[in-house]
Structures are given as structure tokens and as C-alpha cells.
């Protein structure tokens, strides 16, 4: 499983999204969006779902695959 880096909260605060807020847009869990953002390991479908509603709040200024590529720990 991927593991998300800190760059995924700047994303967060970029779009003005509290993690509740990201979680209810993301169809998931506030522990789930705080996890990935600390870093713990994700499902890739979690990975997805916070990329897209990331890239939908960000208007689209930001593609889903830019925000995976840059918020994976390598």
C-alpha cells in the first residue's frame, strides 16, 4: 500500500478544507484523511478519492495525477 506524504495537507490547506470537510467530499473517514496525511499507509482507492476531491475543490487547477505523483513517499 502507498504511503502519502505531508505535501497532501498543503494540498488540504491550499483548497481551504478542514480534514472533516475533505473526508465528507472524499466519502471518508476524518482518522482516514488524518493518516494519510501522517503518512501512514493508504488504500490506493483512499489515495484516489483524496486526489480527486482535492483536484475538484482546487477547481481543477490541479490534476488528480499531479497531486498522487507529488503527495507519494517515494
Known amino acids: ?3 502519502m506524504t505531508r505535501e497532501l495537507r498543503s494540498y488540504r490547506l491550499r483548497a481551504k478544507l478542514s ?3 475533505l473526508a465528507r467530499v472524499s466519502d471518508l473517514d476524518r482518522t482516514t484523511v488524518s493518516n494519510a496525511e501522517n503518512g501512514k499507509e493508504v488504500s490506493e482507492l483512499t489515495m484516489y478519492k483524496l486526489a480527486e476531491a482535492l483536484s475538484n475543490s482546487l477547481g481543477g487547477d490541479v490534476s488528480v495525477d499531479e497531486i498522487i505523483s507529488k503527495s507519494i513517499e517515494n
Open 1 to 3: 500500500m502507498p504511503q
Open 19 to 21: 480534514q472533516s470537510k
